[in-house]
């Protein structure tokens, strides 16, 4: 026979784990065990993840006015934008030559539908392609602001020009991209190399030429033009002509027609290759010229792991250098976050600590032991909970377990 106070007796935890000792148990073991595979497995990295909701799109149209590229580049990219989803507004800035206009989505919308609109920017310019005018370099999109390195080394050497020390930085590239949990690798102060023609107007003036002249042999030099193909009958091979210019010396010998008379560049001008003169940014290690390498982690692994692997990569790497060359590590976000969290097992150590002698003085032992294996099991739960939900933990979960 039933009591019909224990039936509106509401259901208390503490006595039915008493009555059910062994399930307790069990369920107590599952807890702790999935917390700390939870914990092992989680992610691992200084800050949360967080979603810029901002896009850059730039364009580039050389010689043209202020005016020009409000009235023709401008004005028609921002009216086709006004029809993106969850857009908030467009603002631009225009100066002879170039645009920058900048794509605002709403603050409250979230990670997925920030990414479609992302796509969405992309797809309705590239609808108005073929109304902006003839070369227009761009538009070019920029999305990428929340990537954050969780190393950045520099790549350096005495005597080592730019040219070289970029080759080095892009085969360390290339070994780090193949390493697990590498998301991105970037290379950051490479000095772009270019080509110089100097010509004096006195030269092109005695042969009839003009520095119109001069660039439009350089332009038809670098085209690419279809020159047909040979079907065999079992095979169509394609037949192109080789125009493009890859060497000093073959603008040295471009022809430029004026008068009925063929000129040789190299006869009137002077062909030289270097480096950007002057340098837009330049950077430098212990006094040596030096390119940097940033590594970008994929989401849902452990910095810390990811950092070990990419370490070795670099060891593998600098074996293979000529001597001289040295590569320095800048920035380590995995020592940054192993410190933060034996911050956090300190400060929790000292919390339980703390916790346990208040409780065993004040209320007894029994009590006190309660809260002893309460405190644990409910840190295990929660660990498992933020693994399944996909919290990493960073500084600002972190800072929550700790309040």
Do not use: C
Not at 53 to 60: D, E, H, K, L, P
Not at 298 to 321: I, M, N, P, S
């Amino acid at each position: 026979m039933t009591n019909s106070t224990d039936e509106k007796r509401p259901f208390n935890l503490s006595r039915w784990a008493i009555g059910h000792p062994a399930i307790a148990r069990f369920l107590f073991g599952l807890i702790i065990i999935s917390g700390a595979l939870g914990l092992m497995r989680m992610g691992q990295k200084e800050d949360p993840d967080f979603t810029f909701r901002v896009m850059v799109v730039q364009a580039i149209w050389p010689g043209s006015s202020i005016k020009e590229m409000e009235d023709q580049v401008v004005n028609k990219i921002e009216r086709k934008l006004q029809e993106t989803p969850h857009l908030d507004f467009v603002r631009s800035f225009t100066r002879a030559g170039s645009a920058i206009i900048t794509v605002q989505i709403k603050g409250d919308t979230n990670a997925a539908e920030v990414t479609d609109a992302f796509y969405q920017v992309r797809k309705k310019v590239g609808d108005i392609q073929g109304d902006l005018p003839q070369g227009l370099l761009g538009p070019y999109f920029n999305d990428e602001f929340g990537d954050t390195f969780i190393t950045l080394h520099s790549i350096s050497g005495d005597g080592f020009s730019y040219p070289e020390l970029k080759k080095f930085a892009i085969q360390a590239r290339d070994m780090l991209l193949t390493t697990p949990g590498v998301e991105k690798a970037v290379i950051i102060g490479d000095q772009p190399e270019k080509l110089y023609i100097d010509v004096s107007s006195k030269a092109l003036a005695e042969r009839g030429l003009t520095l119109t002249d001069l660039q439009n042999a350089i332009k038809g030099q670098n085209n690419v033009d279809p020159a047909g193909s040979v079907d065999t009958g079992t095979n169509s091979v394609r037949i192109s002509v080789e125009g493009d210019v890859g060497k000093v010396e073959d603008i040295r010998n471009l022809r430029l027609r004026a008068g009925g008379q063929v000129t040789r560049l190299g006869d009137i001008a002077t062909v030289t290759s270097g480096l950007e003169d002057p340098f837009q940014r330049k950077y430098r290690f212990n006094g040596h010229d030096s390119v940097q390498l940033g590594v970008v982690m994929a989401k849902g692994f452990k910095v810390t792991d990811v950092g070990k692997d990419v370490e070795a990569t670099y060891k593998r790497f600098e074996e293979a250098l000529p001597y001289g060359v040295s590569v320095d590590q800048i920035s380590d976000q995995p020592g940054v976050v192993t410190d933060a969290v034996a911050e956090f097992m300190h400060a929790l150590g000292e919390a339980l600590l703390i916790v346990l002698v208040v409780s065993f003085l004040s209320i007894g032992w029994r009590s006190g032991l309660v809260i002893a294996i309460a405190i644990p099991l409910v840190l295990a739960a929660t660990f498992a909970i933020m693994y399944e939900i996909g919290i990493d933990l960073q500084r600002i979960s972190l800072g929550a377990l700790i309040i």
